[in-house]
C-alpha cells in the first residue's frame, strides 16, 4: 500500500524540522502585539496598536521631544502673527513618499482637510480653522477664527492626528480608513505585506530623508537599522512572554505588572516602560438613572472607593502605579492637585451616610466591565467589594469589550462603565471633555469653563482654568480616575539604543541588535 | 460510484441552506457593531453611523443576507470587514496553518496510537494491555490547554530547544524549517486523539478477532504474529481509517484552544478574533467552509468503506 | 435498594482503578454539596496583602492574584464540576435522547428530525459554541446549554439507533398485540431497555463537558470569569506558570483526577451492559 511511503516522507519532514536550526533573516525586528490593528490610516483611528505600528510608515508635521514638547518634523518652522490667527508653516524639502514622489504643500493641504473633516480628533482644532491652503510649493497657510492654543499639540499628537499622506490617496478619502494599497507616507519604514493574523511586515525605505539634529524623543534624526520589522499578533499574554525568552520575538508588548519583579531579574529580558501614564475611568451616566444628576450620590461612590488598594490587586509592583488623581502626571505642565484630596477617600462609612442623605435607598447599580484588559476587570471586582461593603447594591455587568461598546451608546442600558484613556499631551484631548462621550457630562458649569479653557491661548490662564475644571470634576464626578499606570514592555537583552522608557509608543528607528 | 457522488453532493444544499441562516442569524444577533470597534474609543455616534452605512451594514438583516448568499452562491465570500481583504484569501491563510497542524498531528498519532493499539489488543487483559488503555484514558482525561502550557514551560522556556509559540509562513527560504514551530503544538493536539485512535484500534482490533475468517486462519496453522497482522490488522483498519478521516476534520476546526494557546495564525484563533472584532464576513466565511469540509470528509469515508470492504455496498 | 448495591458490586468487583475512580466521584460529591462547611475562607474575599502566597498554612494551596484562597475557591468548584457536568447531561439527554427515541419510533415524522440532527452535526461544535455563548453572554446556564447542546446531537443519533434495534424485537411486537398505546411501548417497554446504555452514554458525556468547559473557561468564553471553577481558576492564573506553578498545578490535577475517574467508572460500566448496544457507545 502506498500510505508506507507517505507516512516516510512524512517521517522524514518531521526529522528534517526537528533538526534544523534557527534561521532568521539578519536584522528583522519582531515585535509580538496583543492583536491586530483595525487599520493603519492614523487620522480615523485612535488604536494605540496602530500607531505604534504606523508612526514608522507615517509622519506629521510636528512631533513631540523628550519633554513632550511639539518639534518640526515634517515642517521646518513657523511664524505665528502677533493676533495669533494666521500660521505660516514651513515644509521641509526633498522628503520624498513611499512612491517615490515629492512632498509638497498640496499634499499637506489635502491630509489636513481630510483630517479637519474626518479625522478622530480633527474637529478639535478644525472647529477654529478657517481656512487651510498651500502658498508657495513648500508652504501651507492656516488662518484661524481665534486664537487656539493647542493647535501645535494637536498637530504633533500623532494618533488620531494629521499624518501626511499624497493628495492622490487622501483626495476624496472619507471616514472610511484608507486601504492597503494607500498605505504611503514619508517614514523611515515602508509598508510591505499584511499576513492577517501572521504579520504585518514593514521595510526599511531607502529614499528617507531624516530631520536633523540629535534624535530627541520622536525628534531629531531618524535611522533606520532593521532591514524588516514583522509585527506579529500574539493574543495569548503567556505566549508573549515565554516567545522573548525563548528567543521567537524581539520586542513584547502590554505585560501583566505581577511579572515585573520577576523578568526585570531575568537576563535574557529587558524591561522597558512606557513613559505616559494610562489611567483607568470609571465613567457615570449623566443623562439617565439613578446617578443623574444626583451628584451627592455619586459623591457618596467616589468615597468609598480605596483606590490604593485596586492599583495594588490589578497592578501589582509599585513601580508601576501611582495613586495620583491629578489628570496629567506629575512632571507635565498640566499637573494639578486641585480637587484630588477626594481620590481615594475609602470611606464606607462615611460613603454609607453620604449615600443616605442622597436619597439612596438600595437601588441596583449597573456597573459594566470588560474582560479584554485584565486590570478593568481586576480593579471593577475590587470596586465592587468595596462599594458592596458601603451599602451599595452594585449589579456587576461582565461584557466583552465590543459589547460593551454598543451598550454604553444606550444609556438605559447602564449606570457605571470602566474603560482606560491613554496619555495625551493636551487635557482638551481627554475624553470626559468631549459632550458627546458616553456619560454625556454636559452641565452649564462644564460648559462655561470649556468655553473660556479653548478660547485661552494663554498658557498660564489655561493651566489655571484646567485647575478648575478638575475641582468641578471632583464635584460633579462625571468619571473618576482610578490611578495612573505605567505599562511596559520587554525585549530581547540584544535589543540596543531602546532606552529605560518609551515616550508614548514604541519607536523602532535608531533601534538595532547586537 | 459517480452517481452516488453525485446525490450526495446534492443533499449537501440544503444542509448548507440551513446552516447559512443559522450562522447569519447567530452572528449578527451578537451585540457590537463592528464600525465602533474600527473607529475606536473616541469616535462619536454620528461617525459610528456613517461608517455603518459605508459598510452596508445598516440594512435590513433579510436584505443583507440575500445580498450575501448571492454573492457566495458566485464564489465571493465578500471582504474582511476588518481586514479589507476578501474573506476567501483571510481563511486561506489561517486554513495553512491549521492544515499542516492537522497534518502533523496525524502523524504523531499513527506513530503512537496505531502500535501500541496493536500491542494493548494483542496482549488483551494483561498488564501491558492495563497500561497501555489505561495510560490512554487519562491522556484523554487532560485539558489541552494546561497540557500545552506546561510543554511551553518546560521544551521553550527552560530547555531552549523548540519555539514557543507562532507560525510563520511556509513560503521562501528556509521554509519547511519552520515546521518546528508546530511540534509542540501537534504533541499537545496528539496526546489526547491518539488516545482516542489507541483505544479504536484496540476495540476493532478485538472485534475482528472474532471473526469467522480469521478463525479459519488460525485453524490452518498460520503462524499468530502472521494472523496477527495479515488478517487482523488490515481489516481493522478499515475502522480506524474512518476515524481518521474525522480525526482530520475536526482537527483543523476544533484546533482552537491549542492555537490560542500557541499563538497560532490557524482557522481557530481566525474565529475567536473575528467574533471579538464582529467582523462577521470572515465568521460566515469559515463556518460554511468547515461545514462543507464536514460533508467531503464525510463522503470520502463512505467511498473508502465501500472500496475496502466488499460487504458495503453503495445505493 | 439492595439489588442497586448488589449490581454496583458486581459491575466493580475486580476493577480496582474504577472503584477508586468512583469513591473520587462521590468524594468531589460530598465536598460540592458540603462546600461552605469545609472551605476555610470565603471563596470571594480579596486580600491585598497575601496576594501570591504559596501553599503552606493557613492557605493550603496558597493564594491567587487576587490574594483569594485557592483551596476554597477549589472546594467551591467542585460544585461547578457537579452542575456542568450533570446539567449537561440532562440538557444532553432530554433533547437528544428524546429526539433520538421519538425519531426511530415515528419513523415519518423521525426521517425529517434526524436530518435536522445531521445539519447540527455538520457544524464544526466548539466554533459554533463560541458565537452562541458570545451571543448569549456568559453564564452558568448558557454554558450548560450549549455543552448540552453539543452532545445531544450525538446522542440523538446513538438512541435513534438503539430503539430502531429494539423496535424489531419480540416483546415490543407483543405490547402492539396487547393494545398498548405509543407512551406505554415507548416508556413502559422500550425506554427501560435502554437506560443501562443511557447512563453509560450520561457518564461519558459528564467526563467530556468539564474538558469542554474548562476549554470555554480558557478562551473566555464559559463561566462568568468571578466564578470558582477549575477551569476559571486555570484560565485567570496562567500567566503565573512561572511565578506561582501551584496555581496552574492544583485545578489542573482536579480536573484531570475528576475526567479520568469519570471515564473509567463509565468503561466499567460499558462492559456490563447488554452487548447489542455495547458498539453504539464508543465514547462521546
Known sequence: MTSHNWLRSLVAVGALVAFSGTAYAAGTLRYATVGEPPSLDQQVITSDLSTTIAHHIFEGLYTFNAKNEPVPLLASGETVSDDGKTIVIALREGVKFHNGEDMTAADVVASLKRWGEFGSRGNLLFDHVESVEATGDHEVTLKLTNPFGPWKNLMAFINGGPSIYPASVVEGATKEPIGQDGYIGTGPYKFSAWEPNRKIELVRFEDYTSPEGEADGYGGERTAEFDTLDFMPVPDVGARIAGVRAGDYDYAESIPGDLYEELKNDETVTTILNGGPIFGLVFMNSSEGPLKENFALRRAIQTALDKTTALQVAIGPEDLWRANGSFLPDGNVWYNDAGTENFSKGDAEAAKTMAQEAGYSGEPIKFMVSTNYPFHYDTAIVYTKQLANAGFNIDLQVYDWATLIEKRAQPDQWDLFFTHHGFVPDPILISVMNDTYPGWWATPEKTELKDKFTASSDPAEREKIWGEIQTLIYEQVPTMKTGDIYTYNIASSKLQGLGEATLIWPSFWNVSKE | ?315 | MTAVVQQVQDIFAGRRLASIGLSWLILILIVAIAAPLIAPFDPYEIDPIARLSPPGWPHLFGTDHFGRDTFSRAIYGARMTVLIGSGSVIVALLTGGLIGMLSAYFTRAGNVLMRGVDVLMAFPALLLALVLITLLERSVVNTIIVIGIVYATTTARILYGMTLKLKREVFVDAAICSGAGHGSILFRHILPNLLSPLLVQASFIFAFAQLQAAALDFLGLGLPAEVPSWGNMLAEERIYITRAPWLLLFPGALIILSVFSMNLVGDAMRDSIDPRFKDDIAGV
Open chain 2, 1 to 315: 460510484m459517480f452517481a452516488y457522488t453525485i446525490k450526495r453532493l446534492l443533499t449537501l444544499i440544503p444542509t448548507l441552506l440551513a446552516a447559512s441562516v443559522l450562522v447569519f442569524l447567530f452572528v449578527h444577533l451578537i451585540p457590537g457593531d463592528p464600525a465602533s470597534i474600527l473607529l475606536g474609543d473616541t469616535a462619536t455616534p454620528e461617525e459610528v453611523a456613517a461608517l455603518t452605512k459605508e459598510l452596508g451594514l445598516d440594512k435590513p438583516l433579510i436584505v443583507q443576507y440575500f445580498y450575501w448568499l448571492i454573492q457566495v452562491v458566485q464564489g465571493d465570500f465578500g471582504r474582511s470587514l476588518f481586514f479589507g481583504a476578501p474573506v476567501l484569501s483571510v481563511i486561506a491563510n489561517g486554513a495553512q496553518t491549521s492544515i499542516l497542524l492537522a497534518l502533523m498531528t496525524m502523524v504523531w498519532i499513527v506513530i503512537f496510537g496505531i502500535p501500541i493499539g496493536v500491542l494493548s489488543a494483542s496482549y488483551q487483559g494483561r498488564w501491558v494491555d492495563q497500561l497501555t488503555s489505561g495510560g490512554a484514558m487519562l491522556f484523554a482525561s487532560v485539558p489541552t490547554f494546561w497540557l500545552g502550557l506546561y510543554l511551553i514551560l518546560i521544551f521553550a522556556v527552560w530547555l531552549g530547544w523548540l519555539p514557543s509559540s507562532g507560525f510563520p509562513a511556509i513560503d521562501g527560504v528556509g521554509a519547511l524549517g519552520h515546521l518546528r514551530y508546530l511540534l509542540l503544538p501537534s504533541l499537545t493536539l496528539a496526546a489526547p486523539n491518539a488516545a482516542l485512535i489507541i483505544r479504536l484500534v484496540r476495540a476493532s482490533m478485538l472485534d475482528v478477532s472474532r471473526e469467522d475468517h480469521v478463525r479459519t486462519a488460525r485453524a490452518k496453522g498460520l503462524h499468530p504474529s502472521r494472523v496477527a497482522i495479515k488478517h487482523i490488522f488490515r481489516n481493522a483498519l478499515i475502522a480506524v481509517a474512518a476515524a481518521f478521516g474525522f480525526t482530520f476534520a475536526a482537527l483543523v476546526s476544533e484546533a482552537v484552544v491549542t492555537e490560542t494557546v500557541f499563538s497560532l495564525p490557524g482557522i481557530g484563533q481566525l474565529v475567536v478574533q473575528s467574533i471579538l472584532r464582529r467582523d462577521y464576513p470572515v465568521i460566515q466565511g469559515v463556518i460554511l467552509v468547515i461545514v462543507v469540509l464536514y460533508a467531503v470528509v464525510n463522503l470520502l469515508v463512505d467511498l473508502a468503506y465501500a472500496r475496502l470492504d466488499p460487504r458495503v455496498s453503495l445505493q
